[in-house]
């Protein structure tokens, strides 16, 4: 069983940074994809990035391209999400995720393991 714990979600003002982590216990994630996903109010949930555990190929949706970054630490079983220059549309409820590698990282359906999520809130 993956039990996934997101953290690091916080408020802060439009500009600043944030990291955001995800510690699995129970397993390591060899021949998985990790996520992050978000979910502003009253909007559907959408990709932002994904890492392939082994490979460390990296995934990333458009408008989160150049200021955020996704990263894995093998040894501590944790991805991060380092989020930068954050603007107020980064408002949302950010949520790791967890599946086995196929070649569709980006779609949340098919994604059967999920951290509790944590609040983003980004101030004008």
């Known amino acids: 069983q993956v039990q996934l714990v997101d953290s690091g979600g916080g408020l802060v003002q439009a500009g600043g940074s944030l990291r955001l982590s995800c510690a699995s216990s129970g397993r390591t994630f060899n021949g998985y994809y990790m996520g992050w996903f978000r979910q502003a109010p009253g909007k559907e949930r959408e990709f932002v990035a994904a890492i392939s555990w082994v490979a460390g190929s990296t995934y990333y949706e458009d408008s989160v391209k150049g200021r955020f970054t996704i990263s894995r630490d093998n040894a501590k079983n944790t991805v991060y999400l380092q989020m930068n220059s954050l603007k107020p549309e980064d408002t949302a409820v950010y949520y790791c995720?967890?599946?086995?590698?196929?070649?569709?990282?980006?779609?949340?359906?098919?994604?059967?393991?999920w951290g509790q999520g944590t609040q983003v809130t980004v101030s004008s």
């Open positions: 995720a967890a599946k086995l590698l196929s070649a569709n990282y980006y779609s949340p359906a098919l994604y059967p393991y």
